[in-house]
């Protein structure tokens, strides 16, 4: 009998909930995570947003992964005490006409209007905010406080040297081990009949290993196109300023007390975690744009991760055509929000 029925490489967003959806099947799991030490689940800003890009599509299957999301965050809100999940609308300011035009084909598409709230006149928008043209009100969506999610997991899970046999029953049914793991230790059991790892046997591997999927010999030579991408969070003088989303250019979150975030920009070349101080000044700049009079802006906090996208733009997920015990759960990319929850929900039926 194997000792766990899955050993998942990668605790951030994709392995946290995995993780958390093969528990509640009534699973065992080993989480492995080098502490999140390249992840992009912490920088993330956290928005759940149905309605992205120039073309103001509402993103494929949102009716149903959008509501998936927002259950499993406010479940895991109750479950780890703590606030995670606040329901957010998001404007979106016109920048040409043409969207104007654009976002009232959308809505009219089938199962989008629910996403898409009130037009904004211009004289209507909040008086801080520099939208000549007007915009809409994006709706049904929220932030996710995901380092809040992380924390209360990594609370909740067990530690990694508790085993069912030891006495008292764990907490829970996945055991959390804070290390690196290592791809050549790994023993791949003939016939499909499961791993080992360090003494450790499990039914399936699943490798959720976000842009690190890179260094992984089974899965690497996929179609990842990994982006890093920058935010900075910083305390303003804005104390009556808007308490919604804004798209104006860039992407702003209000935290409450004057706090914003701000972000993002796409890198595909330096994919390195560092951030950089003309991007720091460049999100700066944009978040001045945002308002018609200056905004006083401390900058408190600047991080850098990278996106784990691929090159369609959708998840990667499934088992390795030669092994398969071996998995990938993975290419997330811009929208680990939306997409994850549903996607560990499902995925871990298959794996328990
Ligand atoms: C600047 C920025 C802004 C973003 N904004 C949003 C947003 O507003 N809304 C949204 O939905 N999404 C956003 N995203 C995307 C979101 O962050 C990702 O989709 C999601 O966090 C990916 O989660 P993941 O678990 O797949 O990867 P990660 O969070 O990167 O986690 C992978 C984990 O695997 C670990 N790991 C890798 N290799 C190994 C190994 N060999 N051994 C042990 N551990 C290993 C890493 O340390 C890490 O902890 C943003 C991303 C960035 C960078």
Not at 146 to 164: I, T, W, Y
Not at 167 to 173: L, N
Not at 191 to 218: L, T
Not at 268 to 294: I, N, Q, Y
Request: aromatic residues 8%; contains cysteine.
């Amino acid at each position: 009998m194997s000792d766990t029925d899955v050993i998942i490489v990668g605790g951030g967003l994709a392995g946290t909930l995995l993780a958390l959806e093969i528990e509640k099947l009534g699973g065992r799991a080993l989480l492995v995570d080098d502490s999140l030490r390249d992840a992009a689940t912490p920088v993330a800003a956290g928005l759940l947003n149905p309605v992205t890009g120039m073309r103001l599509s509402p993103t494929p299957g949102a009716s149903m992964l959008i509501p998936t999301a927002i259950d499993t965050f406010r479940t895991l809100e109750q479950k780890f005490a703590r606030t995670i999940f606040r329901e957010m609308p998001l404007f979106r300011a016109y920048s040409n006409e043409g969207e104007r035009a654009l976002k009232a084909r959308r809505a009219g598409e089938p199962d989008a209007a629910r996403w898409f709230g009130d037009e904004v006149e211009p004289q209507a928008v909040h008086p801080a905010l520099n939208a000549p043209l007007g915009g809409f009100m994006i709706v049904g969506g929220g932030w996710v406080d995901l380092p809040a999610l992380l924390a209360g997991a990594r609370e909740h899970f067990s530690p990694c040297d508790a085993r069912p046999t030891d006495g008292p029953q764990p907490k829970s049914s996945v055991r959390l081990l804070q290390q690196r793991f290592t791809h050549a230790e790994l023993e791949i059991l003939p016939k499909g009949a499961g791993v080992r790892w360090r003494g450790e046997s499990a039914r399936h591997i699943v490798f959720c290993e976000g842009a690190g999927v890179r260094a992984n010999p089974w899965f690497s030579h996929l179609a990842w196109q990994p982006a890093k991408g920058e935010f900075i969070t910083c305390d303003t003088d804005l104390d009556d300023g808007p308490d919604f989303a804004l798209k104006i250019g860039l992407m702003a979150i209000p935290l409450g007390a004057g706090r914003w975030r701000v972000g993002s920009n796409y890198e595909w070349e330096k994919l390195d975690t560092e951030p950089t101080p003309a991007v720091r000044e460049s999100l700066l700049a944009g978040f001045a744009k945002m308002f018609r009079h200056p905004v006083r802006a401390t900058v408190t906090d600047h991080r850098a991760g990278v996106r784990p996208a691929s090159k369609g733009a959708k998840p990667i997920v499934g088992r390795h055509p030669e092994h398969p015990a071996l998995h990938v759960f993975n290419g997330f990319g811009a929208k680990g929000c939306t997409w994850t929850p549903a996607y560990a929900r499902e995925y871990a039926t298959r794996l328990v």
